[in-house]
């Protein structure tokens, strides 16, 4: 049996889906990486997607391309916020060190810009948790 989220591994990009207070949804494409059973993806902590998923950390995931053209059935999941602490710190790691190797140059040079930029201090990582529809 496959884990939950597996057809989604091998995926270069999805589409995360948040809910709003009006019950109306925003799609937005997202690199991520599969590890440890969850699909990790990182972003501006102070997006909207950010707060909306605080709300409501009700998901729904699909494959799809860089433009957030949908290539696969949406499914159903959870998702919360790694807050910077020190707990969260070695996994943090881990999450970043998987996306420097799935995304390579373009990742390591997303980066490097951002902390010119002084961004990087921004960046938050969010774990989906993919359940079976």
Known sequence: MQSPGSSLAAAKYISLRSFKKDGGHVDTPVWFVPLD???????????YKVKRIRRNPEVQIAECDMRGKLLGPWQPGTCRPLENTENDAPYVARVYAALNQKYGLVMRAGTFFSTLLGRVGRRLVLEITPRNP
């Open 37 to 47: 059973g969850k699909l990790l993806v990182f972003t501006d902590g102070t997006s």
